[in-house]
């Protein structure tokens, strides 16, 4: 053990790099192993006509008929009404906390509940309170815990109706949304979860209904250590890229988190289903390779976001910083910069918001990287089902913008893209912006509600703001978390930021699936577009580019780039 | 007419989620966590799930996962190994509360933390009886739970002479005592190496008492 620990003397900066680089190795043989299996599985789950028992249970419960398929419309309000009634019972769930068992006393405001709600049906997790000050046990199981499946199953719903759109010809129908969401929720989160819970706790992660414990340190000071149903929640967490933690400090506690295998295994648990489903598409429209092409544009914005954050965390250029000696403020030890770095990255470019360090007090290029990550679109590989579609959505416009250029009707995997299908691509695109330019400019124009919030002043201060609106309607849930949002302004204007910005894009997808799925199939000619190699990859990384870059180089001037070049 | 037939489905589609949620809500709110809990009762899984609690003496001390600076008594005579600075603290070091969690949130460019970063060090060097240059990051910086249970390899380092100092013990006894609870990175790969000071300090106080 004393070895390694001269051999770090030696050469620090050297071993650091080659064990960090390592790490990210395992990690991306990890998931290439399971790559084709799982994502085979993820396929077969959609596209089985088989129900398992407990489904059938469950649909005559709920009174619905598995075998009958839906509209567009009929999807799309299945969706939306599933999203209103989840956000209406978290909210009670959340106000009548005093009623329910193992509350442990604490209660939950009428703001807080709203924003908590909204945050948790969107997959979001954005979290504008305390845990272990306002949250028990049961509003975190039965509430958070629910929507942490059910958000995460949503999301994987609408991603394969809009696959169905692609590979189904001239009809009208893209699947039943119940039978999408229960499988889902039955085959793929539930047994995994479980699985990795139980993984969890033999590393270490608390699991206990316990509200904490009490110690006498070795000084004789008494302590309460606080204690919470941990390991069930951090399992679904991360595979449903959700990232509300049952403890503040979120997957940096130790409770939540406890060592370098933990950590390991939780970045790989929120990247494994957004990075399989691209072999989804490709097994489910019959062509691996342009699942591949996806996935390998994912990749490059993953490995250039990876490089550019490890990298400015390794050389900080903030006064503290330099005098500390390193960029360790809000890092904890046993992860150090490779592993923080590795999961800020991993957490922003799924939708997950999960944090293992504290972005704010990251460097000025440094928490660009995940700023800019999110700003994508979350596309690298984004959400649980959200980064499939958007990607999907993203690679419409590429074709459209090459067919622009030279001429020609665009088609993409088989489907013509005429002015409806651009159309609806575009709503989906830039709802995002929207929101995060409106929402951030108006914070910034009122300073009796920004003023106050900002832990850090300066462009610093803006990034703070910034990132608070990019992380809600990307519905990440992450935070430069020294804002303070408990006002009603942040906590209304947020939740309306994630409430459009889950939905409106789901809407504007559905509705393009609906338009693919009626089309018939177009022939590949010599004049299509082949969108399996490096070409069209290119394309689409442009594009995706072009898109984020146009958008917020003005926002990002002001705040983290100002202060990177400080 | 296409929209108040849409409305109608959307009404009755409302219907039919509202009863799906309740399902899955006694699936995966209820019976799933408990079974997670459930398990984790078994031997060897329970001592974790409950939160790592370390005893000594038959008293529960602590847990080998939080990390919660402790306070001596007479500062000029300061036995412990000390953890690092937790956001939580009320002054610029000593100990969290490990009721709650999280970092600073402070920016490396933000004056507060400029100070706080340099109050820390001189305390530290004064407190070991070293320039100021030779305390390690880890020391004079927050960590993000605010309850990290390790510091570096280095800063216990520079902590062994004091502590054998104050705990009449050879200081070989003290590094020895270091070097046996080092761990390096996982697979050799994996995180970073890091020293438990709860450890540390119970087999400090073990050595004493022998």
Known sequence: MRADVFVAAEAPVMTDIVAGLAQVGLLVVALAVVYRPFGGYLAHVFTTEKHWR??????????????????????????????????????????????????????????????????FTTNTNWQSYVPEQVMGDTVAMAGLTVQNFVSAAMGMAVAVAVIRGFVRFRTDRLGNVWVDLTRATVRILLPISFAFAIVLVGLGAAMSLRSGVSVTGLDGAQHTIALAPSASEEAIKELGTNGGGIFNANSAHPFENPNAWSNLVEIFLLLVIPVSLTRTVGVMVGNPRQGHVLLGVMAVFWTGILTVTWWAEAHPNGPAARLAGAAMEGKETRFGIPSSTLFATSTTGTSTGAVNSMHDSYSGLGGAGPLFHMLLGEISPGGVGTGVYGILVLAIIAVFLAGLMVGRTPEYLGKKLGRREVTFASISILAMPLLVLVGTGLALALPAVTGSSLTNSGAHGLSEVLYAYTST????????????????????????????????????????????????KVPETAGTLPTTGPLFATMLTGAALLVAALTFVPALALGPIAEALA | MILVRWFSSLVRQTGAGLRLLLVLTVVTGVLYPLAVWGVSRAPGLVGKAEGSVVRAGGRPVGSALIGVDLTAADPAHDPWFHTRPSASANDPLGPGDPSTSGGSNLAADNAKLVDLVRKRRAAIADREGVPEAAVPVDAVTASASGVDPDISPAYADLQVARVARVNGLPEQVVRQIVDGHVRGRVLGVLGEPAVNVLDLNLAVRQAVQH
Request: proline share 6%; glycine share 8%; net charge positive.
């Open chain 1, 54 to 119: 407990v489904e059938q249970a469950i649909y005559r419960l709920v009174r619905v008929n598995p075998d009958s398929e839906q509209r567009w419309p009929t999807y799309a309000a299945g969706v939306l009404g599933f999203g209103f009634v989840s956000a209406l019972l978290l909210y009670l769930i959340q106000r009548f906390q005093p009623l329910l068992p193992l509350n442990f006393g604490r209660s939950i405001p009428p703001g807080m509940a709203f924003n908590t709600a909204v945050s």
């Open chain 1, 473 to 520: 309607a990307n519905n990440n849930g992450s935070a430069f978390a020294g804002l303070t949002v408990t006002n009603d302004f942040y906590q209304s204007t947020l939740g309306i930021a994630m409430v459009f910005g889950r939905f409106v894009p789901i809407l504007a997808t559905l509705a393009l699936a609906g338009s693919l799925a009626a089309q018939r």
